[in-house]
């Protein structure tokens, strides 16, 4: 199965509503990260986590590595956020070993 | 600062021709990834150098994938011979030994 699911697949949003996104690991993650892909291809990075949290904007980020998932909560968001988030966990030691989720595709609406 | 660049960001290629894809990391990064992502597939590991050396080299994509890392500020995906099934966005990434990676705007290649 998945080691890395991220729910929900799609989500469609109003403009300065809040939301959250969700991944759980079926792998020992050690590390999280959160990617925005936007329409262009590219793939930025939003967190880089290691158990805890972190908060930038309207963005922010729990890492909960004994209950084996990860959230990211969007606040207020805007059209800008459009895009598939992507988290990718890292196991084992082996910091290259990146497993990504299949992404949540996320559409703000005005 | 510059970003991950690729190039070319489009490429068209006939079944059985090589093609060569190409990557600047972020300055001062030590770390480089090449991943391709497809639809079905999501995103997959095709190779991974530390300091310039190769640490990993894609298992399943060894055949007709070759990566190289001549220098720290370049590295290059060659692919030969290319197939249809190798349509796909490839992706490179660099990373400062955090872990944090940065990627490239991709190169979007289809074989006809």
């Known amino acids: 199965g998945d080691k890395v699911k991220q729910s929900p697949s799609a989500l469609s949003l109003q403009e300065g509503t809040n939301s959250a996104l969700r991944c759980n690991f079926s792998?020992?993650?050690?590390?999280v990260q959160w990617f925005l892909q936007n329409p262009r291809g590219s793939l930025m990075n939003l967190f880089y986590l290691v158990p805890g949290t972190k908060e930038n904007g309207r963005l922010k980020s729990a890492f909960d590595s004994k209950e084996s998932y990860s959230t990211l909560h969007i606040r207020d968001a805007q059209l800008e956020d459009s895009g598939t988030y992507f988290c990718?966990?890292?196991?084992?030691?082996?910091?290259?070993?990146?497993?990504f989720g299949t992404g949540t595709s996320l559409l703000v609406d005005p | 600062d510059a970003g991950v660049t690729q190039t070319p960001r489009h490429e068209v290629a006939e079944k059985g021709q090589t093609i060569i894809l190409k990557c600047e990391p972020v300055s001062g990064h030590n770390d480089l990834f090449w991943y391709r992502q497809t639809k079905i597939q999501g995103l997959e590991l095709l190779s991974y150098f530390r300091s310039k050396s190769l640490m990993e080299d894609g298992g399943a994509f060894k055949d007709r994938f070759k990566a190289e890392m001549l220098n720290s500020s370049f590295s290059t995906l060659k692919i030969q011979p290319t197939e249809p099934k190798d349509s796909a966005v490839y992706l490179c990434?660099?990373?400062?030994?955090?872990?944090?990676?940065?990627f490239g705007e991709g190169s979007k290649l289809t074989v006809l």
């Open positions: 990718a966990a890292e196991a084992g030691g082996m910091g290259y070993k990146l497993t």
């Open positions: 792998i020992a993650a050690t590390t």
């Open positions: 990434a660099s990373s400062p030994n955090t872990g944090q990676l940065y």
